[in-house]
């Protein structure tokens, strides 16, 4: 385990490249969005992510690659939401309309802290204030990445809020697992027996409705 400096944010502040190997993998997490930026397998040439070289790539050009989406991951219409009895109006970043990924200023745009780490774990941790992006309530989130045998990275997330909110965590890696020009020859399984169709503007329209026949079955 190692950790490096991956530059500096325009207001100074350094981001952290924390290395980990375990399991048959290498991997690097960046305390920036807690991005995982590379991801290797023992024996195996490309790496298993999309990543960029540095932090000004990131900043210019990423779209969450490899981010810890939040607080609230996928879309949300018109950026409205009723929590309790409290109507929200959250920062709407997405066609200027819509919110998605907690915000402009969501947590995988927002430096985290490195909070623990051993040869092949690393721990991260952000907290949010009360009506950041506006969510109501304070929240504390984090984000342990390790790295198991047989090759398997293990992602854990939580969450600590003092109010009734929205938190939605989602792990945002683009997975490239060989040098191909496209993904038709990987193989992929998802156990989930249902989905969420989006609308036009690739909002949820709130129907949740079985895999069965679709293109989304990937059991």
């Not at 697992?177 to 990987?186: E, R």
């Amino acid at each position: 385990m190692s950790v490096t400096s991956f530059g500096r944010l325009p207001d100074g502040s350094e981001v952290e490249a924390v290395r980990l190997t375990g399991g048959g993998l290498s991997a690097t997490f960046l305390t920036w969005g807690a991005v995982l930026q590379d991801l290797r397998l023992e024996g195996h040439g490309p790496a298993l992510v999309l990543g960029l070289a540095d932090i000004g790539a990131y900043l210019a050009h990423s779209r969450h690659f490899g981010a810890t989406a939040g607080r609230c991951a996928n879309r949300i219409a018109d950026g409205r939401a009723v929590i309790g009895d409290r109507a929200c109006q959250l920062d709407r970043n997405y066609l200027g309309r819509h919110a998605l990924h907690g915000g402009s200023d969501g947590c995988g745009k927002r430096l985290w802290r490195l909070v623990g780490r051993d040869a092949a774990s690393a721990r991260f941790e952000i907290v949010l204030p009360d009506g950041h992006m506006g969510f109501p309530g304070r929240i504390a989130i984090v984000a342990t990445f390790g790295l198991r045998a047989g090759g398997v990275l293990d992602i854990v997330y939580e969450a600590t809020t003092d109010r009734p909110t929205l938190c939605n965590l989602a792990h945002h890696s683009y997975f490239v697992l060989d040098d191909s020009g496209d993904v038709l020859d990987h193989r992929l399984q998802v156990l989930a027996e249902r989905y969420t169709p989006v609308d036009a503007e690739m909002i949820p329209t709130g129907a949740v409705l079985p895999v069965a026949g679709t293109r989304f079955d990937f059991r």
